[in-house]
């Protein structure tokens, strides 16, 4: 994989104004796809949330000495983001807070921690660079890595069965987004750049209703979206 490819946000020398504003609009379009959410699953951020986006700031500055991708930070602070499972590659994951990913991360260190050392998967056990963004109900997660290297930023499946990091699923929370939405618009497949790298997670296409809005990701045939009013 080249390793340019594999940083963090998208163009060489982009912004963190261009940053913030392609994150807000990739999710405008996912958002457009989406069935409407219950309050409960709507995140409004806001000033409240600054507290728990400076705590993870902190500790990753102070672990790693490097600053959280500007592109997951703009995501954080996205206002009324949809909390259901709508994250490829499987469905199932949902955003974790910024002031639960402190949290979640401590947790799945533990566990590695708590697993035989003579376990064949104990070299590739969760380890303190890895992030969790999002959690699904089995217990598999969408983590960044934080090491400050050319993979710094790269969004990895995390299966919580088979330890490993693999080929990154996306090289950046931007292009995660930017897949989700090209896919969602246009019916066709996600984790084109996943698959194009080697990676070992298949292709996936929005499986919509009949009120075009996004069910699930499956393979095979997707369903073609009708244009979006004004679209």
Known sequence: MDA???????????????VAERVRRAWE????????????????????????????EHRVRDEFG???????????????????DWLPPEGTCTLVLPEETLALREF????AADEDPDDPQWPDRFTEDLLP????????????????DEYHGNVHFWDHEVWGLGVPLWPSVAAMLDDAA???????????????????????VPLLNARNQLEDWGQGPGSVPRPLPGG
Not at 187 to 204: I, R, T
């Open 4 to 18: 340019k490819d594999a940083r963090g946000v998208g163009g060489v020398g982009e912004s963190t104004r261009a």
């Open 29 to 56: 379009q996912i958002a457009d796809r989406l069935p409407p959410p219950a309050p409960w699953r709507v995140r409004t951020t806001g000033v409240a949330d600054e507290a728990g986006v400076a705590a993870v």
């Open 66 to 84: 490097v600053s959280l991708p500007p592109d997951l930070l703009a995501l954080w602070r996205l206002d009324a983001v949809h909390a259901g």
């Open 108 to 111: 799945m260190l533990g566990l």
């Open 133 to 148: 963004i999002a959690s699904s109900p089995g217990g598999d997660s969408l983590v960044v890595r934080l090491r400050p």
């Open 182 to 204: 090209s896919a969602l618009l246009t019916g066709g497949p996600a984790l084109g750049w996943h698959v194009a790298n080697g990676g070992d997670q298949p292709l996936v």
